[in-house]
């Protein structure tokens, strides 16, 4: 043709022509039983499902082809593909074409959401007063050269996507009956060249979904989109053109942002409602004739504080221990003791005792890799559960909680105590790793509620065994790159395509990929669970280095060490008073008092009961006891902190008014024993106050001992193992050490305030 630009305005001015005359202000809305959902499918995903859930929130029709079909259109995620998806739509129409008044909506499945109503979507299809809508980016694909013979656009998105179509049956099938290559080909590409070919866009009267009206693709238009709360439902709203898209599509690299705001939309959590769609599909295990097996992965990967009380938490699941299966991979020796000790008492607790031990030499990949394979191989287990020692589950019903939560892969929110640190990551960056959720301190801090699909997890969850041996049948899923094993298990579960080659696959090659596994990965923050301790500076030279743990794991630290009764002293006044200002109330516990005589005797040096004192400013002391300083054992530091956290709160009770600084210069253990210091002749201390704990038992571990307070002369004979005297130093108390007449007495004295 001699004129091409001529012809082009012609067939431009055809149609408006057409589009005046088609359009009638009160032209009637199309019924939605006219209204035909089409996609494309050949497995149950877990993003399939979620659509279908989607589409049954709003009663749409949708018929899914290519069911159980053997996918053939490559990684159109990664890739160039999805030529099946236009054979598949070009055989469903070919039944349908004859239907002028039916309008087909033809979208992708496995990272689709609705967010409209069927009403809605005809309603914008038809203002639109176009035969063919396409949804519209702003990027093109896959053919850049392509971009300028689009048509140019004053405001909105100029490219085509092919993961939406709208139409009516006959121009639909009008575009795919020209349909004539290989399921291997580019959908995406077909349809580009259809629609910059002016005469075709023309007559088959298409257009794109230039402002997202209809179809919202996030790839390249994530920071363009938020979610809108309503009373009943949450909607996605596009900022850059103020309007809210019917259909969201997580193309390309943002399936991870569509999951999350899927997490919402249409109707799963609202700020009114809370959490819609938790019960979906739950279990109840009381209806159970006999509860699942359970395969338990235990894994210690470095030294980490407080692993005896891990293991009385796993203990104190309530689960039966006959349908729990025990792996424990431990590549500390330092554990070594805390493991034996737990296998001799409880070996035969439960169904099976596994442990492998730092001798294997396993690399935690590795490791990981062979206790997940311990329940894939075993056709009787039900699921599969994964907690590192660093997880203290305080929640006894943990298990059955997960397992009634009916996910293929689920963990709890655990935390490190006043942090905002926690087992998962609400978003991830653009290189895989952490990046935080605009909902992530939210679901941390308990201010929303619910079960929650995200991107990464680690240290606690349970896997369906199921899911094990079809979907996750590989045997390798922890080690994978450089990345740490939860990444790598992350990764794998959540968007690893199998791949052959190791370079882009050729067409001829995209039979040889698998479709994205697509597993979902959930975090559940409906009850509290437990928390995560800190493994760093866990120095493992002490004999009883949990001791050292006060300031790193506090709340772990109190759980141990501090009286179980302590707290009563503030709700129930639960403290005592032998001799006048002389109180007496619960502090330490019988693990405290044990460990730090255990130190102590560990480090063997008394002093003797001497004047002469190096130790001490002076070199003299002339009141002397045969002890030991907390410094001498570098525990004057957390010594002092045990004094500001807990003593400190029963000073300001006892003495009302006085607010001590908490500062003690001298912190010391002191031993009794008849053959070597027996008692302790009268005296002052140099403190404001002195705090006294008994460290054994009278009765037990010693016999006499006490104190006798002259001025009022008082007496008190019976210490009570991990209680503590609190008395003033100076002045009005004068006191002295009772004979012990047999075996050994210990105690630890603090002159606070000197």
């Not at 279908?52 to 018929?63: E, L």
């Not at 090659?509 to 959930?522: D, N, V």
């Not at 001799?579 to 102590?600: G, I």
């Not at 008394?606 to 030991?628: L, Q």
């Amino acid at each position: 043709m001699k004129h091409p630009r001529i012809f082009q305005l012609i067939c431009l001015l055809a149609h408006l022509i057409y589009k005046a005359h088609s359009f009638d202000g009160n032209q009637q809305s199309v019924p939605t039983d006219k209204l035909l959902v089409l996609t494309v499918a050949t497995q149950e995903t877990d993003g399939f499902l979620r659509f279908m859930q989607s589409a049954s929130y709003f009663n749409y029709t949708v018929k899914v082809l290519g069911m159980g079909e053997e996918w053939k259109g490559g990684d159109v995620g990664r890739s160039i593909g999805g030529g099946q998806k236009v054979r598949l739509l070009k055989e469903a129409m070919e039944d349908l074409a004859d239907q002028e008044d039916l309008v087909v909506l033809f979208v992708d499945s496995y990272d689709v959401v609705f967010a409209g109503s069927p009403e809605e979507l005809l309603r914008k299809f038809q203002q639109a007063s176009h035969k063919v809508m396409f949804a519209a980016e702003g990027l093109i694909w896959p053919d850049k050269r392509l971009s300028e013979k689009y048509p140019s656009v004053r405001s909105g998105k100029r490219f085509l996507n092919s993961g939406g179509i709208i139409g009516y049956a006959p121009f639909i099938n009008r575009i795919v009956k020209q349909w004539d290559l290989h399921d291997n080909d580019d959908d995406q590409l077909f349809y580009t060249k259809l629609y910059v070919d002016t005469q075709q866009r023309v007559s088959l009267n298409m257009t794109l979904d230039h402002k997202c009206q209809i179809f919202q693709n996030l790839n390249g238009a994530i920071d363009e989109v938020m979610l809108k709360f309503a009373t009943d439902r949450v909607r996605v709203r596009n900022t850059m053109y103020d309007t809210l898209p019917v259909v969201v599509h997580g193309n390309i690299n943002t399936k991870i942002y569509l999951n999350y705001l899927a997490n919402y939309v249409p109707n799963a959590w609202n700020y009114e409602q809370g959490c819609r769609s938790c019960d979906q599909n739950m279990v109840d295990l009381s209806l159970a004739n006999e509860y699942p097996s359970v395969t338990v992965g235990v894994f210690i990967e470095q030294p980490v504080p407080f692993v005896p009380e891990f293991f009385q938490r796993l203990l104190d699941l309530d689960y039966p221990k006959d349908k729990l299966n025990i792996f424990i991979h431990n590549s500390e020796v330092y554990h070594e003791k805390h493991i034996q000790r737990f296998w001799e008492e409880h070996r035969n607790t439960f169904a099976s005792f596994k442990v492998v031990g730092p001798e294997e030499n396993l690399s935690e990949g590795e490791a990981r890799n062979m206790g997940m394979d311990s329940c894939r191989k075993d056709a009787q287990c039900d699921y599969y559960f994964s907690i590192d020692a660093a997880v203290q589950l305080t929640n006894k019903q943990t298990l059955k909680i997960l397992i009634e939560q009916n996910r293929k892969i689920i963990g709890p929110l655990v935390t490190r105590h006043g942090k905002l640190w926690s087992n998962f990551w609400g978003a991830l960056s653009l290189d895989g790793y952490y990046a935080r959720s605009e909902d992530y301190i939210d679901i941390v801090q308990g201010k929303r509620v619910g079960v929650w699909n995200i991107p990464f997890m680690a240290h606690i969850y349970l896997v369906k065994g199921e899911v094990l041996r079809t979907e996750m049948k590989e045997r390798n899923y922890f080690v994978l790159e450089k990345l740490d094993p939860d990444m790598a298990l992350c990764r794998n579960a959540r968007e690893l395509t199998r791949q052959r080659e190791k370079d882009s696959p050729s067409p001829e090659s995209f039979h040889m990929l698998r479709p994205p596994k697509g597993i979902f990965m959930y975090i559940t923050n409906r009850h509290e669970f437990g928390r995560l301790i800190s493994t760093a500076n866990y120095n493992t030279t002490h004999r009883n280095s949990d001791l050292w743990q006060i300031f790193e794991n506090p709340v772990d630290w109190k759980a141990k060490y501090i009286h179980p009764d302590y707290v009563r002293i503030f709700t129930e006044n639960h403290l005592e008073q032998p001799c006048p200002d002389v109180f007496w109330f619960p502090v330490f516990s019988e693990k405290a008092c044990d460990e730090l005589v255990d130190e102590m005797e560990n480090f063997g040096t008394w002093s003797g009961g001497k004047h002469e004192d190096k130790r001490i400013t002076g070199g003299y002391e002339s009141v002397p006891t045969d002890d030991i300083h907390m410094k001498q054992i570098n525990y004057d530091k957390e010594w002092l902190h045990f004094i500001r956290e807990f003593i400190a709160p029963v000073t300001l009770k006892v003495f009302s008014g006085y607010y001590t600084k908490a500062y003690a210069i001298m912190n010391f253990v002191v031993k009794y024993t008849p053959g070597r210091q027996a008692y302790l002749r009268p005296h002052h201390d140099s403190s404001t106050f002195t705090i006294n704990i008994a460290l054994n038992s009278k009765g037990t571990d010693f016999q006499g001992g006490g104190c006798r307070f002259h001025r009022y002369n008082c007496s008190i004979e019976s210490p009570r193992k991990g209680w503590s005297f609190m008395h003033p130093g100076r002045l009005t108390h004068l006191h002295e050490g009772l004979p012990t007449t047999n075996g050994t007495r210990y105690i630890a004295v603090s002159f606070i305030d000197p």
